[in-house]
């Protein structure tokens, strides 16, 4: 699995759009982008994931380098709930056999009231 | 439909004593997995179960067993608690093929070791 650099920490205020980028620039053309985040004491949580193409859901986006080198996660409109540690993986489709994720030490945003 | 619970939540143990995490999710997935995480570090891969009947090693599987019961429920043992297994403990399972790696946690079971 290519291997992916996050910024330790990052804020934002209430309200605005928070957008966390990934650095992935070894990543293989069969990889996915994978986006987790984890609640203070909580499990972690799936997001969004994404191939080549940028994509939504009612979490989040996630928009995808036309090089596939890097990427970014933007929560559309923060909110405090949206305080949490987020996780960027890279990795590809296990075929059916499946043998887990390997989480980094990801982003702590923190949202500033 | 609770999703993945585990039991306990918090458990104390003396070094030496031994205990067994539960784990039973209700979403008819196939895949199961234990992780552990440290303060202030990312997860790690403890064990993980494919598919009923297997169950194979992750990053840190020494100090540890597994059980895959059924389908629905995975079990991790601690035989002989140390120290250096206080942590917390996180179930997850992931549905059958494309979705190996949409995983659901559970909440986690807090354990300390004295």
């Known amino acids: 699995d290519a291997k992916t650099t996050q910024p330790p920490s990052m804020d934002c205020a209430e309200g605005r759009a928070a957008n966390l980028p990934c650095n992935h620039s070894t990543i293989s053309g069969n990889e996915y982008v994978y986006w987790y985040r984890q609640i203070h004491s909580q499990g972690p949580q799936y997001i969004i994931h994404?191939?080549?193409n940028n994509e939504t859901n009612e979490m989040a986006s996630l928009i995808i380098t036309e090089d596939r080198k890097s990427s970014t996660l933007i929560l559309p409109h923060a909110t405090l709930r949206d305080t949490a540690v987020y996780y960027c993986?890279?990795?590809?489709?296990?075929?059916?056999?499946?043998?887990?994720?390997?989480f980094g030490k990801g982003t702590h945003l923190i949202i500033q009231p | 439909n609770a999703g993945v619970t585990q039991t306990p939540k918090f458990q104390v143990l003396k070094t030496g004593q031994s205990m067994t995490l539960q784990c039973a999710q209700d979403?008819?997935?196939?895949?199961m997995y234990w992780y552990r995480q440290d303060p202030g570090m990312g997860l790690r891969l403890i064990y993980y179960?494919?598919?009923?009947?297997?169950?194979d090693k992750g990053e840190v599987p020494n100090g540890y067993n597994v059980s895959r019961l059924n389908k629905r429920e995975f079990s991790l043992r601690l035989e002989s608690a140390a120290p250096s297994q206080t942590s917390v403990y996180f179930c997850?399972?992931?549905?059958?093929?494309?979705?190996?790696?949409?995983?659901?946690f559970g909440s986690g079971t807090q354990l300390s070791v004295l």
């Open positions: 997850a399972s992931s549905a059958p093929g494309r979705f190996n790696e949409k995983l659901f």
């Open positions: 979403m008819n997935h196939n895949s």
């Open positions: 993986i890279v990795r590809a489709y296990s075929g059916g056999g499946a043998d887990g994720l390997t």
């Open positions: 994404g191939l080549k």
């Open positions: 179960s494919a598919s009923e009947g297997t169950t």
